[in-house]
C-alpha cells in the first residue's frame, strides 16, 4: 500500500511540474491543482496508512491514526480550491481581455529604446 501511495504522489507531482512549464493559463492551473493533491496525498501519508482503524482514541483501542494530518489535509483542500477559484478568475479576465490564454515571457525592456 505505501508503493502504491508513494507512486501516486510521484505521478501527480511529474505531471503538475510538467503542466506548469507549459506556456498556456488552463495547463498551469491545472498543473498547480496537481501539485497540491500531491502535497495533500503526502500531508494524509505522515499519519500512518491503516485499515479499519478509529483517528479517535478509545479505551482498549491499541491501533489508531493520527488526526491531525487529516484535520490538516482537510484545511489545504478549502484553500487550494479558494485559490484555484481565484486563480481561474484572473486568467479568465486575463483571457477575455486579450483574446488568448498564452503566457508571455518574453523580455519587452529592449524594444522600449
Request: aromatic share 8%; charged share 15%; proline share 4%.
Amino acid at each position: 500500500m505505501e508503493f502504491l501511495v508513494a507512486s501516486a504522489i510521484g505521478v501527480l507531482t511529474t505531471a503538475g511540474v510538467y503542466l506548469i512549464l507549459r506556456l498556456r493559463a488552463f495547463p498551469v492551473i491545472l498543473g498547480t491543482a496537481m501539485l497540491s493533491y500531491a502535497v495533500n496525498v503526502f500531508l494524509f501519508s505522515t499519519g500512518r496508512l491503516a485499515v479499519n482503524a478509529p483517528p479517535i482514541l478509545e479505551h482498549g483501542v491499541n491501533n489508531y491514526t493520527d488526526p491531525l494530518p487529516q484535520a490538516l489535509v482537510l484545511t489545504a483542500i478549502v484553500i487550494s480550491f479558494a485559490m484555484t477559484a481565484v486563480v481561474v478568475m484572473i486568467a479568465l479576465g486575463a483571457f477575455l481581455e486579450t483574446g488568448d490564454d498564452k503566457i508571455d515571457i518574453s523580455d519587452d525592456s529592449e524594444d522600449d529604446t
